[in-house]
């Protein structure tokens, strides 16, 4: 079922609300609107790009603010 697939896929992923820089120090952006790969602890959010070479770490105040609701 093609419907099953699409929330498999999103299960470990987040879509940006606006254009956010990564933590890390790279020049990577994360673009609103695209999906990217998520983990959760209990202390935030971390968002990696596709290549997992850039991140970008949200407290869960801020995770409010740059991450869409699945």
């Known amino acids: 079922d093609?419907?099953?697939?699409?929330?498999?896929?999103?299960?470990?992923?987040v879509k940006m609300k606006r254009d956010s820089y990564a933590t890390d120090g790279?020049?990577?952006?994360?673009?609103?609107?695209?999906?990217?790969?998520?983990?959760?602890d209990q202390y935030g959010i971390t968002v990696y790009s596709e290549d997992m070479e850039s991140m970008m770490f949200l407290n869960y105040d801020e995770a409010d603010r740059f991450l869409c609701q699945a």
């Open 26 to 40: 790279t020049d990577f952006t994360f673009k609103e609107g695209l999906w990217y790969i998520v983990e959760q």
């Open 2 to 13: 093609i419907e099953l697939l699409k929330q498999l896929a999103k299960a470990n992923r």
